[in-house]
């Protein structure tokens, strides 16, 4: 082989080596910041239910609402029922009995401690015992009820009062409400706890998945991610998609599991090779069944200069 020959080859190979740390090897870094957070456009009106409630916008998964009624005489229990019909009568709540599966109401008419988890709050005899919070809802796990009062009052006062209670409804100022802490005959339950309660239950069933937060760093042509997502809606979500972009193109999608009410995921990923130089990224959830935002599924960040 001619010294020209090798002088050639010589002077390939270190081109080639060259740029072969010029695109795999980390020459510098650079960081994103978030331009654009599709901010979440789901919101509630929060002074309709002020003060009413032990927290804001406190609700059950669903409108529809399993009971079981134990150790109860059979006078107590059909007060419970009345007081369920009563409600049943002036909202679009629904209650029904528990068959095998577990209540979300236990109502009881021995004398026991009311024993809380989550969020528990519980005023006289009935009250929320489980609760998870979210961004948009304080979502109802399980309630208690405990129908220990006796009453000559001819209405369902006093199982009403504790149910009102187990719904996450406060004490009420107003002598002639059923949420008055004294029972007194001729109290009703007043229009503005009906309209609460309707507007509440009025948004669907469904979950709510969005970025809590999001970040991300590139060193020569690998791009490293970090992502937390989490579910602010009533209802567990299903698996999901999320879909990172590079430039307006698929850069990297990946599966995530379902996340329950309240819950979330961090999702962490290094080295993801790039074969340009992102400038901007955008992160999308990919969710087929309805939620109650879609806005928020969305987020783009962009080159901090």
Avoid at 60 to 84: G, H, N, V
């Amino acid at each position: 082989m001619s010294w020209k020959s090798v002088l050639g080859f010589t002077f390939f190979l270190l081109v080639f080596v060259l740029l072969f740390f010029y695109w795999f090897f980390p020459l510098d870094e650079r960081s994103f910041l978030i331009e654009n957070s599709g901010n979440n456009n789901f919101t509630l009106n929060a002074s309709l239910g002020e003060s009413m409630q032990f927290y804001e916008n406190m609700r059950y998964q669903k409108p529809e609402i399993s009971y079981r009624i134990e150790d109860c005489t059979l006078q107590k229990e059909d007060e419970m029922m009345r007081a369920f019909d009563w409600i049943e009568n002036l909202t679009i709540l629904n209650f029904y009995e528990a068959n095998e599966q577990e209540e979300e109401i236990s109502v009881t008419c021995e004398n026991t401690i009311i024993k809380g988890e989550r969020g528990a709050f519980i005023a006289g005899e009935g009250g929320v015992t489980n609760l998870v919070t979210t961004e948009n809802f304080n979502v109802i796990l399980n309630g208690k009820v405990l129908l220990l009062r006796e009453t000559q009052c001819q209405g369902p006062l006093v199982g009403t009062h504790e149910l009102l209670h187990a719904l996450g409804f406060d004490h009420s100022d107003n002598q002639n409400n059923v949420m008055y802490p004294m029972i007194k005959c001729g109290q009703t339950i007043g229009e503005d706890l009906v309209s609460h309660i309707n507007y509440l239950y009025s948004f669907p069933s469904i979950p709510d998945l969005s970025f809590e937060n999001v970040s991300a760093t590139t060193h020569a042509r690998y791009l490293d991610v970090s992502i937390t997502v989490k579910n602010h809606g009533l209802q567990d979500s299903e698996n999901s998609t999320i879909i990172i972009y590079s430039n307006g193109k698929s850069l990297k999608e990946f599966e995530i599991e379902p996340i329950p009410i309240g819950g979330g995921r961090i999702i962490t990923l290094k080295n993801i090779v790039t074969l340009t130089r992102p400038e901007e990224l955008e992160f999308y959830i990919s969710y087929n069944p309805s939620e109650l935002d879609k806005k928020n599924n969305r987020i783009i960040l962009k080159i901090n200069n």
